[in-house]
């Protein structure tokens, strides 16, 4: 690692002082977390693509799965990514313009909150049609899959809205910094998650 | 429908009624069990409120953050649970003994034994074992001050204690699971097993796995960011590779549980079907993923072990360690063939052959590593100044028990002979074998040879020389003759056996297990002895065995800070090549203010939340759930709005102390070699032999 980048990822720069030199553990154990949780999802991506097949009679992809809603969750999530990269831009490089990077971030959160109104409108029709979790070893996968996205989706709204209180009541100190960088990283990773579960479950699913 | 407060817990749910409702033995013991937690956590705040150690506890332990602390108390819990757990090992095979035709306790209540016993054993004695001493040893070996992270050391700790309060609370109210420590469904579902037994073991391995993730997290972060200048990896103690191979494999294995346990319970609580029998659920998967946590597991708590001796063969031989690049390489190989080779546990699961001998060889293939750590250990001796102290026994006993334990595990590598042997006594004999000789052996010589570091005096070492001797007996009677039973076709977890054959066996292991407690109470006499004569064992200065890394360059019991001025690292081995450059215990050029964190309780209050969570989880008493896991997000984001989470030390602060330090060494008479266990050893070594 250079100077100028302490950790992989966005690097708030040299110009942002402690908070750049304090970023380093902290992020790079971050990282570490992220691959830990990764294996999390890798594990359930394994379990759903080995349980594909035990739809038990039960309904199955074709009959379940809405691709317009998910087709207008995935735009969600992806806009919220570039966003949140809107919010870590104005972070790094217009520290002054605090409002920006609050409107940012708000932009984020809701963006979010629209995606879990779709996703939970999607499980209720799926359970209206039968799609319970309770009726097949698939769809208990699937509901555990992107389940434990929606509830880690659910966590990093918390946490915007505490980030959201602390940048009202520290301002832009060095931790709010470090912990708006893990926020990005933890947003961006969940996105990339999602790509997985768009292209695996749902696209797999119907084609 | 259950009580809205109560939950599933009702008065019969107490381990206790069913011996007033139906005496017997094995109801005794069921209750008598109980009846034992009960009156030493009852003894234990006697104790605390008698001497008014409260306030001592409090200040000094519980909301202490700092990594010493932190790891002593990790290895006291992984004692506290070592005697719970080699009680249950002496229960079981007293039961055997007595099993033709019959026993004195029900199968169930045997299987509840082998089952906590597998539990304690692998989660809460050997990773509590590793992480405290690696938490005490690995800061200090690299020259840091703490842990990267040390509230979430605390957290971890409080998370870990959870789990294990959570196993002794079963003791006492309902009843553990019965399907083994691997807890495989369907039978651990809840048309099997309806009762809560197998939700107390999913929420002490769910609690537990996120706590020892976490310190994965904080082991590897800290190795790799906070050592100390010079300090480059292939300079590193052979000890504090191990721990960052560990560390890796913990980020990477504890996962896999995390997930199958949290699968299990959404099978019996919310009626999903991962591992059901009907519906499409299948069972297997559950074996793939438990074991792709369950192998690594394995080499998880032998590798640190690994780095005990290598740290104690090079000091006890007074010789660099021979091969240390080699070793390196070992240890990172080892870490990653570990990987490759779960399927060994389930040969019989019905795959291809092909698919069997692929893991097959990739299962022998880790005995090329671990034999190139043996010759070297073995090597690091040769021509070396030897001494014959406690840790160095363990390390023949190593040697000896863990090659046979070893050339087991490659007999039944081969899938072939696998289904031969495969869920017999053999097994059991095999993975004692290893565990015990090899995790078990180098935690205790770890934790003789870092004791007078950690409390600044020696433990007796006649009594740990003869406990280390029972340790070995014991283990050989207790574990050898189960290959035998093994072989001769002894399924393991039996309660009963009808074929007479068996007996004579069974009473040998029955003497071993004897010794082994004989051994057990040998330590407790040895602690005894050690803290009674503690003036004489004193070794201040806190080199009592002509160390070679840095550890031993401090005080005895090492400062909060560790070390008043940050090393600079030249060499390998770095301590030792001061001493023989005969300028060790030199004042730093310059002194800074550090940064120390504070105190918290906030590892406390997430022990508590967690404890409650999992009890209102296993009794479904939901209320109480609810409250848990509020209260452990809740003390998450007060914590992160906490601005007075640090405090500086002075450079003054630390250049006095430090100075005073000094002084007494100065005034100290430095031992030789030969008189490194008389009273005369104060902890500063003479440099006799230079290599």
């Known amino acids: ?128 049609k039968g799609g319970v979790p309770s009726r097949s070893g698939w769809l208990s996968a699937y509901y555990a899959l992107v389940g434990l996205h929606g509830i880690h989706i659910i966590i990093g709204l918390l946490w915007m809205a505490v980030m959201l209180a602390q940048i009202s009541v520290f301002g832009l100190s060095y931790q709010v910094k470090v912990r708006l960088l893990m926020l990005g990283l933890y947003w961006h990773f969940l996105d990339l998650v999602w790509v997985g579960i768009f292209s695996i479950v749902f696209l797999a699913g119907v084609a | 429908m259950n009580d809205p407060i109560f939950g599933r817990l009702e008065w ?9 409702v139906d005496p017997s033995i094995n109801s005794a013991v069921v209750a008598g069990a109980g009846m034992m937690v009960v009156i030493g956590g009852i003894a234990l705040l006697w104790v605390l409120s008698h001497y008014r150690l409260w306030g001592k506890l409090w200040s000094d332990w519980l909301t202490s953050v700092d990594h010493k602390k932190i790891g002593i108390m990790y290895i006291v819990l992984a004692l506290v649970m070592m005697t719970r757990g080699v009680i249950e090992g002496v229960v079981m095979r007293a039961h055997q003994a007595t099993a033709l035709g019959g026993g004195f306790l029900s199968a169930d209540h045997f299987a509840q034994l082998f089952s906590t016993h597998g539990t304690i054993m692998i989660l809460f004695v050997a990773m509590p074992l590793l992480i405290g001493l690696i938490n005490y040893v690995v800061p200090l070996q690299i020259g840091a001050r703490d842990m990267i992270f040390p509230v979430m050391n605390q957290v971890s700790l409080g998370l870990t204690t959870a789990a294990a309060a959570l196993i002794m609370i079963s003791l006492v109210i309902g009843r553990f699971e019965t399907g083994g420590w691997s807890a495989y469904p369907p039978y651990t579902g809840s048309v099997f097993s309806p009762d809560v037994g197998p939700d107390y073991w999913i929420w002490a391995i769910v609690i537990s796995g996120i706590g020892t993730t976490l310190t994965g997290i904080n082991f590897a972060v800290t190795i790799y960011k906070s050592r100390a200048p010079g300090m480059h990896f292939m300079r590193m103690p052979l000890f504090t590779w191990t721990a960052l191979c560990t560390a890796i494999m913990i980020v990477y294995a504890m996962p896999p549980l995390t997930v199958s346990s949290l699968m299990l319970a959404l099978d019996r609580y919310l009626d999903f079907h991962f591992f059901t029998n ?34 104690i063969s ?14 390196v390489i070992a240890t990172m190989a080892i870490a990653i063939i570990s990987f490759t080779v779960w399927l060994h546990h389930v040969f019989t699961m019905g795959q291809s052959a092909s698919v069997n001998i692929a893991f097959g060889i990739a299962t022998m293939v880790i005995a090329v590593p671990t034999g190139v750590k043996v010759y070297d250990w ?89 406990a280390a001797w029972l340790w070995i007996i014991g283990f050989c009677f207790a574990f050898l003759p189960l290959y035998w039973l093994g072989l001769l076709g002894m399924p393991r977890r039996s309660a009963s056996f009808t074929d007479p054959t068996f007996l004579p066996w069974m009473i040998l292991a029955l003497v071993g297990a004897f010794t082994i407690l004989g051994a057990l109470v040998t330590m407790v006499q040895m ?64 002194y800074e203010d550090i940064e120390m964190a504070n105190p918290t309780a906030m590892g406390l209050v997430v022990c508590v939340a967690a404890t409650l969570m999992g009890f209102g989880l296993v009794w479904q008493i939901w209320w109480l759930a609810i409250l848990g896991i509020l209260a452990i997000a809740t003390s998450v984001i007060v914590r992160s ?9 002075s450079a003054s602060e630390l250049k006095q102390a430090h100075g005073n330090w000094l002084d007494r060494v100065a005034n100290t008479p430095a031992v030789t070699r030969d008189e490194e266990i008389s009273f005369r050893n104060r902890g500063r070594s003479a440099v006799d032999v230079v290599r």
Request: net charge neutral; charged share 15%; aromatic share 14%.
């Open chain 2, 12 to 20: 019969s749910s107490f381990s206790v009624h069913e011996f007033i």
């Open chain 2, 527 to 590: 602690g005894w002895v050690s803290i009674r004569d503690r003036d004489q064992l004193a070794v201040p200065v806190g080199d009592p065995w002509d160390g070679r890394t840095l550890e031993w360059s401090v005080a005895a019991p090492p400062s909060e800070w560790n070390f008043a001025a940050t090393p600079d690292v030249h060499s390998i081995d770095a301590f030792a090549v001061e001493k023989a450059s005969g300028r060790p215990y030199q004042p730093a050029l310059q």
């Open chain 2, 314 to 327: 090079a000091t006890y031989s007074a010789k660099r360690l021979y091969g240390y690049r080699s070793l």
């Open chain 2, 278 to 311: 009907d519906l499409g659920g299948n069972m297997m998967n559950y074996a793939n993923i438990f074991w792709m946590f369950g192998h690594p597991e394995v080499h998880i708590v032998v590798l640190p072990a690994y780095g005990v001796f290598s740290e």
């Open chain 2, 378 to 466: 073995m090597a690091t001796l040769y021509r070396g100044r030897v001494r014959i102290t406690a840790p160095m026994i363990y390390l023949i006993g190593f040697f000896i028990l863990f090659m046979a334990g070893g050339l087991t595990g490659m007999i039944l590598a081969n899938p072939t002979v696998d289904f031969q042997v495969h869920n017999s006594l053999f097994l059991v004999a095999h993975f004692h074998n290893v565990l015990i000789p090899g995790t078990l052996f180098g935690m205790l010589a770890g934790i003789h040879y870092w004791f007078p570091k950690a409390f600044g005096f020696r433990l007796a070492e006649h009594l740990a020389r003869r």
């Open chain 2, 641 to 649: 709005f906490r601005t007075d989470t640090k405090r500086i030390i």
């Open chain 1, 1 to 128: 690692m250079t100077i100028e980048n302490l950790h992989p990822g966005l690097n708030l720069g040299a110009a942002h002082g402690e908070a750049h030199t304090r970023s380093e553990p902290v992020i790079f154990g971050f990282w570490v977390f992220l691959m830990s949780d990764l294996i999390l999802f890798g594990i359930l991506f394994a379990t759903y693509v080995a349980m594909s097949n035990g739809t038990a009679g039960g309904p199955g992809p074709q009959e379940l799965f809405n691709l317009t809603s998910i087709a207008i969750q995935t735009g969600l999530l992806l806009l919220s990514s570039l966003t949140f990269g809107f919010a870590s831009l104005t972070l790094k490089h217009d520290e002054g313009r605090r409002r920006h990077l609050l409107i940012w971030l708000i932009i984020t959160a809701a963006l979010a909150v629209a995606f879990l109104g779709f996703e939970a409108s999607d499980f209720h029709s799926m359970m209206q």
